[in-house]
């Protein structure tokens, strides 16, 4: 029992974490990036549209953004400033979010998995971080296809869920989304962060402020500020002990 919760040997050799937006992996999991030098964050929805919407979106218009202003190249920029605060290196895989796309579309579950698998093929790493996919149709697809990857060649290796912060405090979306990837056999189970020293809550402040566009927006929505010292939490996902299997279908009342 003493070896449950703990990293396996070799897994923080190389780690890559999966972000759905640009600003998700440090609201996240930055005390973890602050813990893990020279990890790569592997962020989906990077790219502009052929043209923003008109009238702008209220989230741009909340972050300060005007009509002309190039929204993602001003992000990708805070993005690449505050992990190299982190001592991380970004990887934008260039898709459009679903509120740059028509009829707020997301972007296909295969779509995404073809290329986060072509990334996690050549940085070939031992441990892969990925979102819970909590309400956000973005992050939702891109668990999706993180877990479509995982399924295929790349299962042997390490592979975490991070709750992405705000939508975890959502009334029971982290519980939902727990249940089923415990009831289809993924057996999510807390792990433990290594210890990040006792700088690295300011360095992922440093590294937060950083997303100048995106943190008045995010304050108001979520009150940011007063929830920045909930502790971050990592579940494994791997195949229980043997002979455990069939407490996936078990009563939970009985």
């Known amino acids: 029992m003493r070896a449950w919760g703990h990293p396996e040997p070799g897994d923080l050799d190389r780690v890559v974490v999966v972000s759905p937006h640009l600003d998700d992996a440090v609201l996240g999991c930055g005390l973890l990036l602050a813990a893990i030098p020279g990890t790569t964050v592997l962020t989906v929805f990077t790219g502009a549209p052929p043209a923003y919407p ?30 190299a605060r982190l001592d991380a290196a970004p990887e934008h895989l260039g898709l459009v979010e679903y509120s740059y796309r028509p009829d707020d579309a997301v972007v296909p579950v295969p779509e995404i998995a073809a290329a986060l698998d072509r990334v996690i093929v050549r940085l ?37 869920c991070y709750e992405e912060a705000g939508y975890k ?27 990040p020293g006792p700088v690295a809550a300011k360095r992922k402040a440093e590294a937060l402020a950083c ?44």
């Open 54 to 83: 008109d009238p702008m979106r209220p989230w741009d218009a909340e972050c300060g953004f005007g009509p002309g202003d190039d929204v993602m190249e001003v992000r990708r920029a805070e993005d690449r400033e505050a992990l």
């Open 169 to 195: 405090h959502i009334p029971g979306q982290l519980a939902w989304r727990v249940a089923g990837l415990f009831r289809t056999g993924h057996w999510p189970t807390p792990v433990v962060l290594p210890d």
């Open 124 to 160: 070939d790493p031992t441990l892969v971080v990925m979102p819970f996919g909590l309400a956000n149709p973005d992050h939702v697809a891109v668990h999706e296809a993180c877990l479509s990857v995982r399924s295929g060649a790349r299962s042997d290796r390490a592979w975490w």
């Open 211 to 254: 997303y100048g566009s995106q943190v008045r927006a995010l304050e108001a929505d979520w009150d940011l500020s007063a929830k920045s010292g909930v502790p971050e939490q990592y579940w494994r996902l791997a195949p229980p002990p043997p002979g455990w299997e069939g407490l996936a279908a078990a009563d939970p009342g009985r």
